[in-house]
């Protein structure tokens, strides 16, 4: 898999909100805006992607969306993406780094979709040529796949059995290095909402599993945890006393087996408290705010991370510190975060913050980073204006 890889820019034409939509992207974006103006839709479309290079497209596009307008209006039942990704992979011949970019484009209508193509190249051309080479060139259904590291693999000619297949999904053989890396990438992202938490499940015995990552719905917590306490015990007491200072009276956590056979649930110990407690008897802000940790501290994340309102349900005097823990994870991996939470939000540097708006009825994407009024409004007042700005929703307004 790509070492380090992050989505450096994304553009997507077409879909909902996003006629022609524009962004470049940071190790850590946390995003802002109105309700309704983008954010959960820039979700909903990486994890398309994601979802389509495990899975045939669905009918519906979106699965659960039936009935939901999926293609921005006015404009053609068709969306078009182009995203550069950051491998950290140097180019023999040159040794600069060039970024991956993936492109594709899906035709409507709803019911009888189809990829129209999909390219895989170099983000720019290289060494004389006057283009960029291409690992993957399909057009309706057809066409080639190469690698310049494989000379024995150095091209094949595809055709997909299915018009709602990606021809990314096909890709099975690890020696065709730079597609089954960009594959297991995507592959790997994950998007979490402190909305589907399932704490009826997290509150259970769960099976043991190697090397786990948390599932979007946490249901395998204590199996994460499990793996922490027995093969990274340095990270699981980081994780204690993470929890130490943001749960007053927490003592400890520990994993035992109980259940059924190779199942094991937490227990923590809290002063003043004889006996162990379950998971099953914390609150639902400790159980989310236990998640969001444990994300941080694991020592193979996965390659991106998207969470929805990670400010949700927990205490403020937390989010400090979790704030901190979002900016050490991103040295490992890649972060966005939604967040309505002014409070949340003050804990960044302008830098971190991106804020979506909608203008005449399109999202548009902007950097607060990039205003000098507001850079001199901090300089003066402080970090604390952020606050007081996103409040009055001046922030988005200036950005």
């Not at 209006?73 to 991956?100: H, L, Y």
């Amino acid at each position: 898999m790509f070492p380090q890889s992050k989505i450096q820019s994304l553009r997507i034409q077409g879909y909902r909100p996003f006629r022609d939509f524009s962004a470049h992207f940071d190790a850590l974006e946390v995003l802002v805006g109105a309700n309704g103006s983008g954010k959960s839709s820039l979700f909903e479309f990486l994890k398309f992607l994601r979802d389509s290079v495990h899975v045939d497209i669905p009918p519906e596009i979106i699965a659960g969306s039936i009935g939901q307008q999926i293609f921005h209006v006015p404009g053609p039942q068709r969306f078009w993406w182009s995203i550069d990704i950051d491998t950290g992979f140097r180019i023999k011949e040159t040794g600069e780094i060039n970024p991956i970019r993936y492109q594709g484009e899906l035709m409507g209508p709803v019911g009888r979709t189809h990829i129209s193509f999909e390219r895989v190249i170099y983000a720019k051309p290289f060494k004389g040529h006057k283009t960029s080479y291409r690992f993957m060139n399909i057009r309706e259904r057809q066409g080639v796949i190469q690698d310049p590291e494989i000379k024995r693999f150095a091209k094949q000619n595809i055709e997909l059995k299915r018009p709602n297949q990606l021809a990314l999904s096909t890709i099975s053989n690890p020696m065709m290095v730079t597609l089954y890396n960009l594959r297991e990438y995507i592959r790997n992202w994950r998007f979490y909402s402190s909305f589907n938490i399932a704490n009826d499940k997290i509150r259970k015995s769960v099976p043991i599993e190697q090397e786990p990552i948390l599932h979007e719905d946490a249901g395998n917590l204590s199996s994460v945890l499990h793996y922490l306490m027995t093969e990274h015990p340095s990270l699981f007491d980081d994780l204690q006393q993470h929890l130490r200072a943001a749960i007053p009276g927490f003592k400890s956590l520990t994993v035992k087996a109980r259940g059924g056979p190779g199942e094991v649930i937490t227990f923590c110990q809290e002063e003043g408290v004889g006996n162990e407690l379950s998971l099953a008897d914390l609150s639902d802000g400790v159980l989310r705010l236990i998640c969001w940790m444990v994300l941080c501290v694991h020592p193979n994340p996965p390659t991106l991370i998207c969470i929805d309102e990670p400010d949700q349900g927990v205490h403020p005097r937390t989010l400090p510190l979790l704030a901190g823990l979002f900016e050490k994870a991103c040295q490992k991996t890649q972060l966005f975060l939604a967040t309505h939470a002014s409070y949340f939000l003050m804990q960044f540097d302008i830098s971190r913050i991106a804020v979506f708006r909608k203008e005449n009825g399109e999202t548009v994407f902007r950097k607060p980073k990039n205003s000098k009024t507001l850079c001199e409004n901090l300089s003066d007042f402080g970090q604390e204006e952020i606050e007081i700005m996103h409040k009055s929703d001046e922030l988005e307004k200036i950005a």
